[in-house]
């Protein structure tokens, strides 16, 4: 299957950058689409991390402030998981363990890569570079952030029963936080069994 853009040109360029494409694709049942026009939100790639301490079987997460939650009935601030963009020629478990210690004051000790998906690529290029990481949460908490970057986040240390129940209730509610706590409770078991037998 072969595509074609026909002209790109940027709308907008700002914390994001908005532009818009005129493209063509060959089609399943043959031949070739007419010229569409489609916008594309371009920011890079992300890498998230969910850190954990097996001692304590507790999860660090974190809440802030989403413009995209406005509109939320529960309001826009959500609970998610530690993430940040990608910086050019940055390897994705530098900005993982970077990202740890810059919003949660969060040593990371090892990581584990979980996966990468595309986010919402009906409308953007970005990609998220997930990874599952050990810490220790004993002295843990407080808000962090960068002040030049408007950040304001509060770390929340909770066991993963917990996480695994704001999980069912929606409490949390953005794909993030949801896959990795998906994948986290599918290994969880495993993954204890093998900190225990490295002891």
Same mark, same amino acid.
């Given at each position: ?5 026909? #002209?790109? =040109?940027?709308?907008? =360029? ?5 532009? %818009?494409?005129?493209?063509?694709? +060959?089609?399943?049942? !043959?031949?070739? #689409?007419? &010229? ?8 890079? *790639?992300?890498? /998230? ?10 999860? &660090?997460? &974190?809440? +802030?402030?989403?413009? !995209? ?26 900005? /993982?363990?970077?990202? /740890? ?8 000790? +090892? ?26 949460? #004993? ?11 408007? %950040? *304001?986040?509060?770390?929340? &240390? ?12 929606? =409490?949390? *509610? ?5 896959? /990795?706590? +998906? ?17």
């Amino acid at each position: 299957m072969k595509w074609s853009v026909v #002209s790109r =040109k940027t709308l907008v =360029k700002g914390f994001f950058q908005l532009s %818009e494409l005129r493209i063509t694709h +060959q089609l399943f049942a !043959g031949g070739e #689409s007419s &010229v569409l026009r489609r916008e594309l939100i371009e920011k890079g *790639d992300a890498v /998230a991390v969910l850190p954990y301490d097996p001692v304590r079987d507790e999860l &660090v997460l &974190v809440e +802030q402030f989403r413009i !995209g939650a406005l509109e939320d009935p529960s309001g826009p601030w959500l609970i998610e998981i530690i993430a940040g963009y990608q910086e050019p020629h940055e390897e994705p478990q530098s900005v /993982a363990v970077r990202e /740890a210690l810059e919003e949660a004051g969060c040593h990371i000790t +090892q990581l584990r890569f979980i996966q990468r998906y595309y986010s919402t690529p009906g409308g953007s290029s970005e990609q998220i570079h997930l990874y599952f990481g050990f810490t220790d949460t #004993s002295a843990l908490g407080g808000v962090h952030g960068l002040d030049e970057e408007g %950040e *304001d986040i509060r770390v929340r &240390v909770v066991s993963s029963t917990t996480a695994f129940e704001w999980l069912e209730q929606g =409490k949390i *509610d953005s794909a993030m936080p949801t896959i /990795a706590l +998906q994948w986290f409770r599918l290994h969880r078991d495993e993954i204890r069994q093998q900190w225990s037998r490295s002891m």
